[in-house]
């Protein structure tokens, strides 16, 4: 807990005002921090419809890239320098959400026959190019249909993380 309060803080404390709406969104895990800020809404006519509505972000969220690329790289190596992890960057536009740069990291798995099977059937079917890419669909779909539980799985590790940093010291 102690290391992701230390991070936003850092990172709060180093982006500059004005870059981006509110505080921006600090995530991390072992190889990398995740900086996710929410910029401006386009003006449009009243006429506007939604697919001048999502050019429009479109167009803003790759200004935004472009304006800040130079200030985020600095930010980023001095973050890189003084936690160790790779930074990565990304916005939020009304309701689209872009990653600018982010890890792909491989993950090493152990899979009995029919977990592989689940996943070649994927690949036979087309669906993903290969098991590798399989497994990231997977885990993508669970994010995505399992979100209220992985909040509490979440909300649980803070509870015991709490508990073991109340208890003696040793």
Known sequence: MAEIDEIQGWFSGRIPDGLYQ???????????????????????????????????RAGRINQHREDTRRERMKIASEAETRFGKKVSWGVRCGEDEVLFTNLSMPVMTRLRMPERQVLD??????????????????????????????????????????????????
Not at 26 to 45: C, M, N, Q, S, W
């Open 121 to 170: 059937r994927l690949v036979e079917a087309g669906v993903a190019k290969s098991r590798s890419h399989a497994l990231a669909w997977c885990v993508r779909l669970v994010g995505q249909n399992q979100q209220e539980w992985l909040d509490n799985l979440k909300d649980a590790l803070s509870q015991v993380e709490q508990v073991r940093a109340s208890g003696p010291s040793v």
């Open 22 to 56: 509110a505080a921006p969104e600090v995530t991390h895990d072992r190889e990398e921090v995740l900086i996710i800020g929410r910029i401006a809404e386009p003006k449009l006519a009243d006429d506007a419809g939604p697919d001048a509505a999502a050019a429009a």
